[in-house]
């Protein structure tokens, strides 16, 4: 990769500021960051030995950021459709889980989820699984960025057996990950039906000597709540605000079940809320109230959820549901418009994971991390305004190419360095396995 | 075209049988019909010197009916975005008709939205809007098939200025296009607040005459039941009903706004429902209750509306976002399974125009109207089930080959005939028109 260079395309679209669109610009990278954003007329002058790569129908814009995934169950895909939440855990996940979940079945379901991420356009993912070491690895080896949950809950699984085995097998993970360029952590504790009081107070004081964001689902269901006031009195986003765990720290993610007064507690204590909708409705988990929260002033960015309950890792088509979705649940078609739905996408998540001083959007200064959409297609003509051509009609194999700090991780819609048929020959002998078991 | 080919595929999903997937199965075409279907071995050995198209990694369908749409829409996409639906019609949408609608405009915007449905895997459309004539010889040149609708309004349009001349030019339309073979008509009075008592009981007396379905929007919005209530007293469906066209003829497109008897009406009264969801959620119209309606014994099929108002015409999109929206709706996970949803893509459709006998299944006899989609992709492996592959994480670029009658017309994603390159020219071109108007 060359020190410098530049790329040029029909529409920048950086997001910040915002509601900006840049035509015939140009982004100067340089190392890993971008030191210059504009016309690209000037950019030929003024750097004229400076390589050119030339997007002339495409839009550039900051890489998508999915701020909640579990990205190995990717091999669990279409494995159990059409059951609600507990249902889904109880019978079908939580058994597979105990049954499959190795080394080898992590180093397989990452490497098939990033690469169906870098593909789709996302450069930075937030996870929370078991073996949160293999993840930062492979994320690494892949090139794209991501932040591994230090998982805590009550119960063992395959990671560790007691809340201070997840402890100290996660305080390792995060020394361990320290070396790691594009990887950080998050504190993970998994839901509040799952980790109980003592290990949660843990949390938020790890979370704080670490300054690492915490990453938890919350009032994912009703059940969630109802279960929640019948065993202890309390609706469980007030047991967490009990706690000291509602403060800019905390992705609280689903968020689907809130009264007026959550909204604005969210909102006064600067939590993000991880708005995840096509798992959201493929559960029957509810609708979160996206447009109230964002009035509110709260922060809410955007997550596909596993490919077991969405049922893939496309962050396009996450936005595009989000839009959409957002319009009903408030009734009012102005709700979330598209440039907003962008912003939930890329800057939100930066700021929901503490690292938008460093992406989410297209900045001088800022990590090179940003795709190129073609929108020269049939599905995507006559073009009035970039912006909500992305969110209401581009799919994601329009996506042509992704650079995450400044390298080239696909490029003409390719994979660079990943054999994609044999993670395909791999994913084939994971369904024949889990199919035959 | 050979007289008869083979396509053998990894899985046939004929749809009719329901619930039924053929594993390595070959359809064997003759002519514009299917002739077998059998397993791919035996296909070899009974026909061993017709040719093979061998798609392996793919799943062979029918081909999407589109069951709702205007085609010509589409030179508008983008255009007016964040708007709800009156403010949308009446200060963007009908001023950018009353402007721009002549013969040209449809020409281009129906050929690059046949470009688009059939790159999509759509093989039969049911479209509304002026010049059904247009739409009718550029739907045959262009080799899908098309019902057009006859439209009817109180009020002066591009097309005609009276009822009286909307019928006279509708009659001349249909006497037209019999000798189109993939072109049918429909009776299209626009909506219950456009289309007066008497002009909607000549559309119930020649709907009859030349057996052809109605295709309205009806109960599209809240206001549109209240409006209805203030004026006349009654519900937009219940006077429809007084007018006798609550019958197996009517396509009733939108219907977000029904109660337990109404829905107990539909079913009773053997009409169909045509659900746009994307539509209904971008213009916050609201929630169609799909599972309802499907439980009550109704018929209900798919349409994208316009790309106006999606912002695309993709069916398998559409079928993801019933899919999911459906199980929030009916608040059950369970609601609109994805053999349901494609059900809805494609059998109902042909059930609502009457076509049942001849398209939306791949049955012995039918016409050979199908798509491939190649399920050998990072997104959509491992497959445990190709239904669900295809309604919950498929693209459409993932769509390879599209055949109407046994005509191959998308050939590895490119189409067949049709210059792409023009076609795009076109449509940047109207975009530059509209912008500077």
Redo the contacts between chains.
Sequence with gaps: MPAKSIIAARWVIPVQPRQHVLENHALVIENVRIVDILPTSDARSKYPDTPVTERPTHAVLPGFINAHTHAAMS?F???A?????MD?LNNHIWPAEAKWVGQEFMRDGVE?AI??ML??GTTCFNDMYFFPNVVANIAQEMGIRAHVGLIVMDFPTAWADSPEAYFDKGLHVHDEVRSLSRVGTTLAPHAPYTVSDAPLEQVRTYADELNIPIHMHVHETSTEVSDSVAQSGVRPLARLNQLGLLNPRMMAVHMTQLTDEEITLCAEQGISVVHCP?S????????CRVADLLAAGANVCLGTDS?AS?????ML?EM??AA??A??T??????L??WQALEMATINGAIALNCQDDIGSLEIGKSADLIAIDL??????????PV??IV??A???QITDVWVEGIQRVKYKQLVNVD?DD??QT??R??ER??TS
Tied chains: 1, 2.
Excluded: C, F
Excluded at 310 to 314: A, G, I, T, V
């Design positions: 091999l895909r279409g494995m459709d059409d059951v609600p939440l889904w098939l690469a169906e593909l789709s096509e959201n409705l493929k559960l029957a988990s509810g609708q490919a969405n049922n893939d890792l496309d088509g595009q549901t959409l979705m319009k009903v408030a009734q009012n078609a102005q709700a418009p598209a020269d297609h049939i599905s995507t003509q006559p073009v009035y305004d909500s051509q209401y009609s799919s994601r194999e994609v993670l395909l994913a084939r994971w369904g889990l199919t």
